[in-house]
């Protein structure tokens, strides 16, 4: 260190510093002449610090020299603590984001594992993530989509168990009848009646057939419904024509003198099946001499049409399966009505199809009603188009 008046002479009293008389002391000492400022300057050796003092009343200057190699050693000493503490903390960093990724995706690992446990054959696992979070949400989600394809498995299997036992019955019968026949030489009366009653058993089994053709249909292409204007009081009086002389026979009233007239946009084949099928029931499962009532009325944006028979009932254990593939009452097998079980779910996927439903009230030995209730427009909301102003005013026409 040393001390230099402002012309750059050395203070009194110290001793000579050579290390202080290189170009780039004094262009430290030169810096702070003219600046008043501190000026440090550096050459291969050594740094100068130069600061402006007071000395003695006097403006003087400072010069502190410093190797650079004490300073290099200290930087590069410096350099590794932060190389050392930044690796550290990379370290930490890192292992930390792997344990909190690890927790974080082990719900997902579990997941993964699960889902690849299912099959069409096992469909009774679920994922049961009890979390409160979006990982929980997700698994929620896809528990119920596979309770829901469980079930629809599970209707599926009974559908065609149930199929195939219904098909097979009218074959056995048949096979059963031939082979009887075939068993020894026969008059013709009896040929004849085997015949017959083998006639019975094939019209069963094309009722059978036909049926699940028109459910299948429905199914497969619920939106391939014909969409044309079906004038509905004229058709449901068709169908009471149709069964008129069945019912006559028997002595079933049939009352269908409350018929709105509405018109709503549907698929007129489809929906004469669908009532066709309730007024057959009605009158099956109505004892000779009963009562049967049609009534059409408009509910505004649709349609309200009421079967009711005063017949054998449906008990109430039954009601919420009568509308299922091949689901028949006890009562309606023991009375042997020739009946498929095809009906009802034919009528209620009708009515769906056309975004309508059927709903039904029944008191055991009293009589059942039938409630259909189907929108005026029976397409989706982006099919319709122009023909919506087609509509007859139901809600007017019918009140
Ligand atoms: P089915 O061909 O046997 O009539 P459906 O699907 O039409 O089949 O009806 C299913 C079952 O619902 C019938 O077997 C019968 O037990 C019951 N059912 C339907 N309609 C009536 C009704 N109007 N009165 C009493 N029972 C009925």
New binding site residues.
Partial sequence: MEFFDLSGKPLPNQPANPVLDTGAAKKGQQTVRKGGKTAVTQDSGWRYITVPLSYAGDNAIGQIAVPTSQLSRQITFLKRILVSVAAALLLIAAAGGWLLARRALAPVDAITRRARQITERDLSQRFNLNQADELGRLAGAFDDMIGRLDAAFTRQQRFTSDASHELRTPITVMQAEVELMLARPRSVAEYQHTLGSMGEELDHLGAIVGKLLALTRIDVDPAGLAHEPVALDRLLGDVVGGIGVIAEERGIAIVSDRLAPVTLTGDPTRLRQLFS?LLD??V??TPDGGRVSVTLEGTGAGVCVRVR?T????PPEHLSR?FERF???D??RAHN?G???????IARAVAQAHHGDITVESTPGMG?TFTVELPCDSRTPERRGWDLRRLVGVGTAAR
Avoid: K, V
């Avoid at 017949?311 to 449906?314: C, D, F, H, K, P």
């Fill in positions: 099928n029931n009605a099956t499962y028979d017949g054998i009932g449906i009568i689901y028949r009452t009562a309606a009505t009946g498929t079980g095809l009906g009802l779910a059942t």
